[in-house]
């Protein structure tokens, strides 16, 4: 794979990473100013339910940077894959092109 390619695939996947990882903190949010009672993703986010005029509280947790490294490396992993089977895919349209001629 082209160095470019690789790099975009990596910030590509940094980038969806943030927005997952952002996505889960509202929702947890969210869940913990519906349901009137604690939520949490273990490492990721705390959310408690608020008093009055405040909604909810969030904190993130310690592992904060492992599940965004985590998610990174399986969003790369997932795209080297979609890659690598595209390839295999031209590679075998490209032989069954041959024989048919």
């Known amino acids: 794979m082209q160095p ?3 790099t975009f695939v990596v910030v590509g996947s ?11 903190a509202i929702v947890m949010t969210a869940l913990a100013a519906i349901t009137g009672a ?6 990721l986010i705390t959310a408690t339910p608020g008093d009055g005029p405040t909604l909810a509280t969030a904190s993130t947790g310690d592992a ?13 992993a ?21 024989r048919r001629r």
């Open 4 to 6: 470019l390619r690789l």
């Open 14 to 24: 940094m980038v969806g990473s943030v927005v997952t990882l952002s996505a889960a």
């Open 38 to 43: 604690p939520t949490s993703v273990p490492g």
């Open 64 to 76: 904060t940077t492992v599940w965004f490294i985590v998610v990174t490396l399986g969003f790369v």
């Open 78 to 98: 997932a795209d080297l894959l979609v890659v690598r089977r595209r390839r295999t895919q031209r590679v075998h349209l490209a032989g069954a092109a041959d």
